[in-house]
């Protein structure tokens, strides 16, 4: 039986998807998520800028195809996407899917600001931080 073996990796391809491509599964979702990484990159670029702040600390964050430190937050807690990320990295950058981001209204966060917010009742959790910092509002 002949073989046809992936142009990236080098590993067999299914028989199956011999006439479509040349490349196997993994790297042909590879690819499709490299391409729709740059699209949303360019849309995240003209909706934050190049270095927008961190909405809490005030940090300079970056947007580029090589360093992406934006950690998008569900800013109120009642959003249908379980995870931001997985939205943009897993659906094509289209007029759809760029109204549905906005309607969502992340809010853009670094990582260490993200990693001190809980996600299930925040409120609660920020008013009995407040207590215990004896600030008081």
Same mark, same amino acid.
């Given at each position: &039986?002949?073989?046809?073996?992936?142009?990236?990796?080098g590993?067999?391809?299914?028989?199956?998807?011999?006439?479509?491509?040349?490349?196997?599964?993994?790297?042909?979702d590879?690819?499709?998520?490299?391409?729709?990484?740059?699209?949303? &990159?360019?849309?995240?670029?003209?909706?934050?800028?190049?270095?927008?702040?961190?909405?809490?600390?005030?940090?300079?964050?970056?947007?580029?195809?090589?360093?992406?430190?934006?950690?998008?937050?569900?800013?109120?807690?009642?959003?249908?996407?379980?995870?931001?990320?997985?939205?943009?990295?897993?659906?094509?950058?289209?007029?759809?899917?760029?109204?549905?981001?906005?309607?969502?209204?992340?809010?853009?966060?670094?990582?260490?600001?993200?990693?001190?917010?809980p996600?299930?009742?925040?409120?609660?959790?920020?008013?009995?931080?407040?207590?215990?910092?004896?600030?008081?509002?």
């Amino acid at each position: &039986m002949k073989r046809k073996l992936c142009s990236d990796c080098g590993r067999e391809i299914v028989r199956k998807c011999w006439v479509k491509t040349s490349f196997c599964r993994n790297c042909r979702d590879k690819r499709r998520r490299r391409k729709y990484r740059v699209e949303w &990159m360019k849309f995240f670029k003209g909706l934050y800028s190049n270095n927008p702040p961190c909405e809490l600390c005030g940090r300079k964050l970056s947007i580029s195809e090589s360093k992406f430190n934006i950690h998008f937050d569900h800013r109120h807690g009642k959003n249908c996407v379980d995870h931001p990320a997985h939205f943009w990295k897993e659906r094509p950058c289209t007029h759809k899917n760029q109204r549905k981001w906005l309607e969502f209204d992340f809010g853009v966060l670094c990582i260490y600001c993200n990693s001190k917010l809980p996600t299930e009742n925040r409120g609660e959790w920020l008013k009995k931080a407040i207590e215990y910092s004896g600030v008081g509002l």
